[in-house]
């Protein structure tokens, strides 16, 4: 079945620094990949995402890129704040036979002031 | 205000006893979607519903159930809780033809199971 796995599990930087969390998927068929924030206690809400059809996306502070041969994308945030200590999910989905979107296990990020 | 609204939002159950989580939506959205959530292990999809009438089984579907009668309703069923169900759940819904793929989430309902 479908698998996305996502690296690191835990990630600590200092303020101002990158940030990069990578993502593999399997399904050779997937052609959407969104990424969440989850703050503590809250619910995931969508970040930034990207199409087969796209190599790199950028939102201000945060990008995304897509290797669609080697099956991974990955997210960067730079000049992280205290505010981007989140948990972020990776996921990959099918734009047919329904959004069945399966998600990374999840990336933990301290950003220390 | 339109969203996702789950209920109850916290509940303790008894092993072998029978519980529905509810989950509404008001954006007519077609599909809904139901996740569990364990620390270490993300968001695992247990069922899916692409449109109202079909359902469909995602990663972690045993031991629960949905049904889709309209397009706003999609609960989610466990017949006999057992302890390993103890998770926290989240419903989700998406446009699947003119949202591109985003899922909002509800509030999450956090069960355990004793």
């Known amino acids: 079945g479908e698998n996305v796995e996502q690296h690191p599990s835990t990630l600590s930087v200092q303020e101002g620094d990158s940030a990069v969390i990578k993502c593999t998927y399997s399904?050779?068929?997937?052609?959407?990949f969104p990424w969440y924030k989850q703050e503590l206690g809250k619910r995931p809400q969508l970040i930034i995402d990207?199409?087969?059809?796209?190599g790199e996306k950028k939102d201000q502070r945060i990008a995304v890129t897509l290797n669609k041969t080697a099956k991974h994308f990955s997210l960067h945030i730079t000049e992280t704040q205290p505010e981007d200590s989140a948990v972020y999910f990776c996921?990959?989905?099918?734009?047919?036979?329904?959004?069945?979107?399966?998600f990374g296990a999840g990336t933990r990020l301290f950003v220390k002031a | 205000i339109a969203g996702i609204t789950q209920a109850p939002t916290s509940q303790i159950l008894a092993a072998g006893r029978r519980m529905t989580l509810r989950c509404t939506q008001d954006?007519?959205?077609?599909?809904m979607y139901w996740y569990r959530q364990d620390l270490g292990l993300g968001l695992r999809l247990i069922h899916y519903?692409?449109?109202?009438?079909?359902?469909g089984k995602g990663e972690v579907p045993d031991g629960y159930s949905v049904s889709r009668a309209n397009t706003d309703d999609f609960p989610l069923t466990l017949a006999s809780a057992v302890p390993s169900q103890t998770s926290v759940y989240f419903c989700?819904?998406?446009?699947?033809?003119?949202?591109?793929?985003?899922?909002?989430f509800g509030e999450g309902s956090r069960l355990t199971v004793l």
């Open positions: 989700a819904s998406s446009d699947r033809y003119r949202g591109g793929g985003e899922l909002f």
């Open positions: 399904d050779s068929a997937s052609n959407y």
């Open positions: 990207i199409r087969s059809n796209v």
């Open positions: 996921a990959a989905s099918r734009t047919t036979g329904g959004f069945k979107t399966i």
């Open positions: 954006m007519r959205h077609n599909a």
């Open positions: 519903s692409n449109t109202a009438g079909t359902t």
